[in-house]
């Protein structure tokens, strides 16, 4: 007699992401000394999202904004059950990286659900725990898809999306079940994960490669679009900024949108594709064995009534693996792959059903595990590696945080420049996502309650503003006694802020005094201070 009880071989991989999701959120130090970027810009996205301010919105370059609406939902369940402050808004400014912990907490606690829903949906329908555990193993099978664990990024939505959508798969339709629903549903998911990143692009062909009629392959595409733009309604408005920025990425061989107007540069992306190969190495496997079912399905065509659905797959699957690499080889990011990773469970699912119907003696059925096995092991060693690389940056980075929080009260004097790259001073987050944010001044109130002492560069021949908001006489700043701290490293523009506040002491005839408080000549990394002389 059959059973649906879920084998506990099912549970390994959730408890899994729950483990390493835990343990990276230990052994990490403060977003805010380590990730700015998009971290910061999300929270504060999410936050204008949870406070249903949509006209904040000023990040939709991905767009994004399913994540953002998700980060809104989070900060709003936060807010509930461990707000300090009765004001959302002051709560978040007030204790940033406390809500990017829980943002992070539900995305870990959301992927190991679903992972294990995988298990529980596919005993449902009666499909081998074989297959639901290679489903499973897929997001282990790349380092990249681990890494993120310690981040705040879509990429980590991408990842759910992708899961969501083989969830769907087995619902509705492996075996055909239910072909509209599949259409329908296939349609929402990947209307979501456009909605999401420019960059999941490739994987919306893939539903396309399971739908058997033009009817519905119309359905789907009309209900992706429909979906895509209801996922980004909160920023509609701004779509042809957004449609803007992307013509500019494809039409510019530069990141985001910037270098020669050509969409490529040779050298660069023969230069990128290789580090695409290096980041990723099983695609140079699965790329072979997809040809190889490609090749064999067309030689047994005839004997095999399943060749013709195995070469539709083969074919797409190739097409989609070459647009990814072709968008990532044009501007590459480790990150940028992480769409194509997150596939991963879907084409392993169909070349185990490949290599079943193929071989008949067991062993060489068992090949193709046991590579995915080999997958694992390359990624349990690149993440035990990294282990070590990290805790040395971390260790460098919690030296100068800590300098900060013992040394320098919390209404420290900081000139701030807008920058991704990250500071020992939590002041240098919130300045980088209010950079993404519309409106800013509807914060000020919260933002000098946090700290009234932020003021931001906004170039040599702009006035400074208090916290990007409100113009301030910087003149009139070094007058005071005030000492004005600048927190510099390399990417910075510290010579530029420096100059910048020397000039302002030169026009009131004053002299200014500059002082290290803080220097790491490994990271090259100082707290300056600079002051006025006061003469006797």
């Not at 991905?62 to 609406?69: A, E, K, L, R, S």
């Not at 790349?142 to 993120?148: A, G, K, Q, R, Y």
């Not at 539903?207 to 595409?221: C, D, E, H, V």
Request: glycine letters at 6%; aromatic letters at 14%.
């Amino acid at each position: 007699m059959k059973t649906n009880k879920i084998n506990p071989i099912l549970f390994i991989v959730p408890l899994f992401v729950i483990g390493w999701g835990m343990f990276s959120m230990l052994f990490y130090d403060t977003f805010y000394s380590r990730a700015v970027d998009p971290e910061y810009p999300y929270l504060i996205n999410g936050l204008n999202v949870s406070l249903l301010e949509f006209k904040r919105i000023g990040h939709f370059d991905h767009p994004g904004t399913p994540f953002q609406v998700f980060c809104g939902i989070i900060i709003r369940i936060t807010h509930l059950f461990s707000g300090i402050d009765n004001n959302i808004a002051q709560d978040v400014l007030n204790r940033p990286d406390h809500y990017l912990n829980f943002i992070n907490i539900f995305l870990i606690a959301i992927q190991a659900c679903l992972l294990f829903f995988i298990g529980w949906i596919g005993k449902k329908h009666a499909i081998r725990t074989r297959i639901l555990f290679i489903l499973q193993l897929s997001f282990l099978c790349n380092f990249l898809l681990i890494d993120v664990f310690n981040r705040v990024i879509p990429e980590r939505w991408l990842i759910i999306t992708s899961i969501l959508f083989i969830i769907i798969y087995l619902q509705y339709g492996y075996g055909n079940r239910k072909p509209f629903h599949f259409a329908v549903w296939s349609g929402i998911i990947m209307g979501m994960g456009m909605a999401t990143k420019f960059n999941f692009l490739p994987i919306i062909f893939l539903p396309f490669l399971f739908i058997g009629t033009n009817k519905n392959r119309l359905i789907y595409a009309g209900t992706g679009i429909i979906s895509f733009f209801i996922f980004i309604a909160p920023i509609i408005t701004k779509f042809k900024d957004y449609w803007q920025f992307i013509t500019g990425i494809a039409s510019h061989d530069g990141i985001y949108g910037q270098g020669e107007e050509r969409m490529f540069n040779p050298e660069a992306t023969k230069a990128n594709l290789l580090e695409v190969f290096h980041v990723a190495p099983e695609l140079i496997f699965i790329i072979s064995i997809l040809i190889t079912m490609l090749v064999a399905s067309i030689v047994y065509r005839k004997i095999n009534k399943e060749s013709s659905r195995t070469i539709a797959f083969s074919i797409g699957i190739l097409l989609i693996t070459g647009l990814q690499i072709l968008m990532v080889s044009k501007h590459f990011k480790n990150a940028y792959l992480i769409p194509l990773f997150s596939i991963y469970g879907i084409i392993f699912f169909k070349i185990d059903d490949f290599c079943t119907a193929a071989f008949t003696k067991k062993w060489l059925m068992g090949l193709f595990p046991a590579v995915i096995s080999i997958f694992i092991l390359f990624t349990a060693k690149d993440a035990i590696g990294n282990i070590p690389i990290q805790k040395r940056q971390k260790e460098k980075r919690e030296q100068s945080r800590q300098y900060v929080a013992d040394n320098l009260p919390e209404n420290t004097l900081w000139f701030v420049e807008p920058t991704w790259e990250s500071a020992p001073c939590v002041e240098n987050g919130i300045v980088y996502g209010l950079s993404y944010c519309h409106r800013i001044s509807e914060y000020l109130p919260e933002l000098i309650q946090t700290n009234p002492n932020v003021i931001t560069f906004e170039g040599m021949d702009n006035t400074v503003k208090i916290w990007r908001s409100k113009p301030v006489s910087l003149d009139s700043i070094v007058m005071t006694a005030a000492p004005i701290h600048i927190y510099s490293s390399p990417g910075r523009h510290a010579d530029m802020l420096m100059e910048k506040v020397n000039q302002a002491a030169h026009n009131m005839g004053i002299e200014m005094q500059t002082d290290t408080l803080f220097s790491q000549e490994e990271t090259g990394s100082y707290i300056i201070a600079m002051q006025r002389i006061f003469r006797k």
